[in-house]
């Protein structure tokens, strides 16, 4: 059974460490906001302008006036700001967020991502990525393992253009939970019932499978 996008949002909550100054990025990571663990503190940080960003609203109680970077509405905490997207850049170029949770088209090996750009096709952008992957002291990716048509995203190297190289140290997708290594990608933990065969055949680069792989516990 593969992942939906909420339990690898609610996987990748799990990495969150009380303190974090944590970027969410658009698609997938957005939902991390909505599994913040009990009993941690962490702030999030929007780079349109906002710090201490929460969860999604709930149905009927929308601020249309309060936006993330990808223009959907969410909620401010108590003791909440906000600010200009030049104050926002300075956090993120001034290595001031701890966690960065990014979606990605392809990521490699060696930890290289692509995120922003398919050639002939529209997407939303760069944004804030490029900054967030040279600045931030930590990148997480949530992602699905494989394209609808069943095409690897997990690859010896990128062919599409990047967004940044060397960067990525973990990888949730809806197959698996990995971390990059100079071996490659190392499997940590696997989707219920999906087997380690499985996750060897959807990626294409590098894979270092050691011992017993559990499965990973979501709601």
């Known amino acids: 059974m593969s992942l939906t996008k909420q339990q690898i949002a609610q996987r990748i909550a799990l990495e969150l460490k009380d303190g974090y100054y944590v970027n969410l990025g ?50 401010i905490r108590p003791g909440g700001a906000f600010f200009d997207s030049a104050t926002s850049f300075a956090m993120i170029r001034g290595g001031h967020i701890d966690l960065t949770v ?74 698996a939970v990995l971390e990059i290594t100079d071996e490659g990608f190392v499997l940590l933990e696997r989707a219920p019932g999906v087997s380690v065969e499985d996750i060897k055949k959807a990626t294409e680069g590098r894979l270092v499978v050691r011992d017993n792989i559990p499965e990973i516990k979501v709601a």
């Open 26 to 75: 658009i698609g997938i990571p957005t939902l991390v906001a909505n599994y913040i663990p009990e009993g941690i503190e962490v702030v999030l940080q929007s780079e349109n302008g906002m710090l201490g960003m929460g969860p999604f609203p709930k149905k009927g109680t929308a601020d249309p006036d309060l936006i993330n970077a990808g223009k959907q509405t969410v909620t």
């Open 102 to 175: 990014l979606g990605a088209f392809e990521v490699s090996d060696t930890g290289d991502i692509a995120s922003w750009k398919i050639p002939g096709k529209m997407v939303k952008g760069m944004g804030g990525a490029m900054d967030l992957v040279a600045a931030a002291k930590n990148i997480i990716v949530a992602m699905q393992h494989t394209s609808k048509d069943g095409q690897f995203k997990l690859l010896k190297q990128c062919t599409l253009p990047l967004t940044g190289v060397h960067c990525i140290k973990k990888i949730v997708t809806d197959l």
